[in-house]
């Protein structure tokens, strides 16, 4: 089987946000997508190692960016490198909330959308939540960034260097040694070994 196979599939990127009693948090995303218009609802896929998905499925609201092409790859770093467990991701800049009082992006997003989930189903690494859409806002008229453009546009190329290593493709994280153990999984993005090549 061709695993490159699987990159030609279409994927959007989002900051999902949540909310815990005063607790605001927020991690990177690549599946969003509406699936009925009547009733209007959404799912999301999250990893279940990111924080934001424990407040999910204890909270049962969030709100979800569409991040747009003019966002820097700082935001991605600053959402997706970085767990909420250890750090207060939105202590940087003041962001405004939405009508569930959850934050959103309103810089380099081009829209928000708000869900109320309704159902989980677990994908064994990722939960998938079913939502019902309770608000929804367009913030710019900037094209939303792709998996592909990102890849091409935003992700810096991984730095060369003399020492043997493995670059993950998705993250361009780089695991320094002669092998990478077959159970892997990048500590960035979280991808397993499969999606890791050899400098």
Not at 35 to 64: A, G, L, S, W
Not at 148 to 157: D, G, T
Request: proline share 5%; charged share 25%; with cysteine.
């Amino acid at each position: 089987m061709d695993k490159a196979a699987m990159y030609k599939l279409t994927y959007g990127l989002f900051v999902l946000t949540a909310k815990d009693g005063a607790k605001d948090n927020g991690c990177i995303i690549n599946t969003a997508m509406q699936v009925t218009t009547t009733p209007n609802r959404i799912i999301i896929v999250v990893n279940k190692q990111n924080y934001t998905h424990d407040m999910i499925m204890k909270t049962k609201e969030f709100n979800v960016s569409c991040l747009s092409e003019e966002v820097t790859f700082d935001i991605f770093k600053h959402f997706g490198f970085q767990s909420g467990r250890d750090v207060d991701k939105m202590e940087s800049r003041s962001y405004p909330r939405a009508e569930n009082d959850i934050v959103y992006l309103d810089e380099m997003s081009s829209a928000y959308i708000s869900g109320k989930v309704i159902s989980e189903t677990d994908m064994g690494t990722h939960t998938m939540f079913l939502a019902d859409v309770t608000d929804a806002k367009v913030l710019g008229e900037a094209e939303p960034v792709s998996y592909s453009y990102y890849q091409k546009h935003i992700k810096p190329a991984p730095q060369p260097s003399k020492n043997v290593g493995w670059v993950c493709k998705i993250c361009g994280y780089v695991y320094e040694g002669e092998d990478l153990p077959e159970d892997f999984i990048c500590p960035i993005c979280k991808h397993p070994a499969s999606d890791f090549e050899r400098r």
